[in-house]
């Protein structure tokens, strides 16, 4: 993407917080029902299906954390 | 649910150009709204959906009825009855379906890579206990659903519905979804069944007649050839060719007389022609019907009844010869009750075309004619399927019904549905794996046909409409013939003359027109029936003799290419018989048409004969009426109304050679029959694109219709919810500056692919040669050209038999100093092991981090276990460009696995390299990107995107892109649609352009006064300039630039790998080579060839030849004459292989630089 003309020089490893500090327990994560839009959450192993609708197509959350873009 | 009206269903209506209730029509302006009332019930996709249809609604019941009853050898008391099967709605094969809310989706299948399928039912009846038992709604498998058709979820749904399903209302349907990929079964072309096709090979002076019989049981060819004189008859099933007055002998024992009027009729000429014939069944000594059966019988090959098992009755010739007369030759004509006499019709009938073609060359058939050709559909090539699977099936549920019986004490009674049950899956998976591989086997008729299905392209709206119409040819591919390729006057208004591939598949891929119809089987038995009942003069032809059939004006009438009937009024029989037809008493897709050559009457009631409607004239005045436009117009009439009362109908091409057909409705003389609806109607969808095509050189539109695949743009409404393997998307597509109707027809204006470019044409840079690009800077920051990338990622965790599955891991950390850190190949996963949707993925990192079982085949059972270790299998990114991840999706699959599609994204500006095209078959790339500054401009602030080089115009012709960008910039000023309209066939209001264009204040002619942006003089020309439509293409250098100075080596011959996927070298070749050698740059090639690829030192004993090792011979068993030499490796490879293959190989060494004696 990044190919031709100026490139600022970014300041660190790029856009993500590249340090995890602590240890992680082993959360359950959430997701997202493609179906009706409720928050899922899952543990591992568990089945894959929301637990309002049944639909099994899940979605993973977008970030909370700051992307930064280059517009270009 | 409440119905919301977003005024959106009023978009996707048949458009009547913006007119008001009130406004006057005129038939010759206003006819073409026809043409949407067409597409609204027939026409372009809706093929595919008719034929499925059919199939599922009608032949399949038709296919079980034939095949209902299974009895057993075994107990005569049991029978089994399959009394009706259905095909249900599609359904979710989870056994958790009933705590589910929604039905299946098609969306579901795609994302969850489920096949879209509903369950076969059947009704049956059996014997259980000597009782009568009916069981309802057993299951039979499962028949995939076509999207769209009746069975579909989709059908009869409202915008809105469609939008809560996900769908795409703009989206064709007409193909398959399998495993979560989009199948499409092509169009199939074949030369026509149950049809006599005459062809001369003038070379050696052959006439022959050749049908292709096709029943049920079996498919056949039969050929009645003349060679030297003398006529025979030859089958796959006869050992050699048979006399024809033998065959008409014992077809019905007719005498010579009666021969010779059957064939020859009272005509001298052919009497004389066929009267040797009669001399071959007297040296063969065959004179009554007797003798004749024995001296086929005699012929016919044996095992050819080895597909009956079991100890077969010996016959003797007579049988045998009555039997392959009765149910092998000429097997679509059926005999009734041993009357062989419509069979001798038949063969007399052939004869006689052979007779007929040798005294006028000219009377033999055309194979390339499209009246002569067929189209099979994906009903048709599932009926096949399936008939083939259901007879397996029954034989399978006897084989083992039997099976129970022959057991004497049974502890249960027999329950024939469990048999069933047992067997029913090999019915779904047959057609599931059929449409899954293309691979359309069916054994009873010997087809063998690989690659009927493809994956649907869905690189743009235009290649996924484009793919569902187009036609595969059956035969030659690789042949020289110019025939089949080349276009057939026939062809007009049925298939595009434009849409066809460049290169190998030229001519022989084709495409169907806008208003094509294909047609479905329409039952026989009415219209046999009504033959008799239209007209009194009609009369069975098994009642008369050849002398009476061939008399002057006597017409034989053939349905569908059998004799059936003798009229002396052909015209007045057909003009009854269209009559009825427009009256809607019978199928409009019925033809009838006549033949004066043969003194023939077709009557055509057959599948997937092309057809298309016509306005109807009669006495110099069209049916069409301004009145029936107004009722159109206000919604209360539809295209099927017209064509019951008779306004327009549908005409195959073999009526079409009956018809008066003019274009222009001022063209209608007191002998036209028929009006054309639209002219534009003889292109298909893909190039009705092109504004103005008939301004422009033929080929030019071909390659636009080979382009117009290639363009990004928008491909669905519901592109961003669907995970494609690929998918390019215009960030900011523009409905064309300049289109047409077919543009509106096919909805191409709501998902275009391309943008408005003011393009100005001259010289500018020398960047510009070769039809290169000048690009201004700040039109691609403005967002001209940029393009939006999706790439799936897909990991799917497997199960293994023994009960080992592959699973997520986390993310791997690692100490840097006192702070803990992910790895760096896993920096972007979050803690399920699953890249974070927004992140930034870079070439090698993790996105699905996942591991599989080193031990996948042992039992787990006793003493035999494998390692529990895991290997890491996760899935990376590997593309040198780095994305962000757009989508993370989990779901399981219908095997109950976890499946993961990550969705990843690059947004491309245009840079140097990438293609772009016009809709005129002019492509270019960019040649070079110019800041603003120095782009020209015009003394109103006008600054082009596009520069493009006057040399693209002289050579091309393209006139149809001038007068696009004239009226496109008339159409912008004035700021009226209507003058954007650059229909086919249509005269071009250039003058009223003109004066728009005079009228605000610019040239005429489209050229203005311009600037140049480097010296800030004026430009010493005026300057054509305007918008034009363009195209982004796929092809970007982004995806295609490629270097390696080293990288990785092939492990068979240590050459360098080949291909950019693969980081691969760039191939000095033969060529390359040749140039070196004859340059004599000795050092050069030695680099390239041996140290920049795969030299290698080798061990080699000058005694024996043989190679060494670790300087020791084990040959010689001795170090003495061992001497290294380096040479690539993959001469090495040879001699060894050569060794392999016990060819001695001895390298006989000298030295480079002898030592002088």
Known sequence: MVREGYQPPTAGAGPRGSTHTGHEVRTQMTYICGDCGSRVSLAKDAAVACNQCMGRVLYKERTKRMVQFEAR | MPLVDDGFEALLEPFYNGKKLTDPISTKDDKFQLLPAFLKVKGLVKQHIDSYNFFVEQEIKEIVRANRTIRSDVDSNFWLEFTDIRVDRPRRQDHNEGKTTRPVSPMECRLRDMTYAAPILVDVVYIRDKQKIIRRNVPLGRMPVMLRSSKCRLSGANNDTMEQMNECPLDPGGYFIIGGTEKVILIQEQLSKNRVIVEADEKNNIISASVTSSTHERKSKTYVTQKKDKISLTHNVLVEGIPIVIVLKALGGLSDLEIMQLVAGSDGRYQDEFLINFDEATKAQVFTQHQALEYIGARVKMGSKKAQFGPQVRRNNVEEGLDALANLVIAHVPIEGLDFYPKAIYVAMMTRRVLVAAHDPKLVDDRDF????????????????FEDLFKRFTVEVKMSIDKFLKKNNRAVPLDAVHMISNHANNIGMGINRAIQTGNWNVKRFNMNRAGVTHVLSRLSYISALGMMTRISSQFEKTRKVSGPRALQPSQWGMLCPSDTPEGEACGLVKNLALMTHITTNVEEGPVKR?????????????????????????????????????????????????????????????????????????????????CRPYIIVKNGQQKLKPEHLKLLHMGK???????????????????????LITIYEDQITQSTTHLEIEPFTILGAVAGLIPFPHHNQSPRNTYQCAMGKQAIGAIAYNQFNRIDTLLYTLVYPQRPMVISKTIQLIHYDKLPAGQNATVVVMSYSGYDIEDALVLNKASIDRGFGRCQVFRKYTAELQKYPNGRREEMTHPEDEMDGDVRRRVPKDEILDNDGLATVGYRVKAGEAMVKKRTPLDQTTTGIGMDRGPSEFRDSSVSYRIPDPAFIDKVMISRTERETTVIKVQTRQTRRPELGDKFSSRHGQKGVVGIIVEQEDMPFADNGLCPDIIMNPHGFPSRMTVGKLLECLTGKASVLDGRKDYGFGDAFRSHPVEQVSQVMLDHGFSWEGKDYFTSGITGEPLEAYIFNGPIYYQRLKHMVQDKMHSRSRGPRAILTRQPTEGRSRDGGLRLGEMERDCLIAYGASQLLLERLMISSDGTEIDICQQCGLFGYKGYCHTCKSTKEVTKMTMPYAAKLLVQELISMNVGVRLQLEDEFPHPK
């Open chain 2, 530 to 610: 009504w033959i008799f009942t239209l007209d009194p003069g009609v009369e069975p032809i098994r009642n008369f003799s050849g002398a009476e059939m061939h008399r002057e004006g006597s017409f034989i009438i053939h349905v569908n290419g059998t004799p059936f009937a003798l009229t002396r009024y052909p015209k007045r029989f057909a003009n009854r018989f269209r009559t009825m037809r427009r009256r809607g008493w019978m199928s409009p897709f019925v033809s009838i048409n006549i033949n004066t050559h043969f003194n023939a009457v077709h009557i055509a009631t057959d599948e997937g004969r092309i």
């Open chain 2, 370 to 385: 499209v009246g002569n050709k067929r189209l099979e559909l994906a009903g048709q090539l599932l009926s096949l399927l």
């Open chain 2, 637 to 659: 009439a539809t295209f099927d109304d017209f064509l019951t009362h008779g306004i327009v109908e549908y005409l195959d091409v073999n009526e079409e050679n009956d018809a």
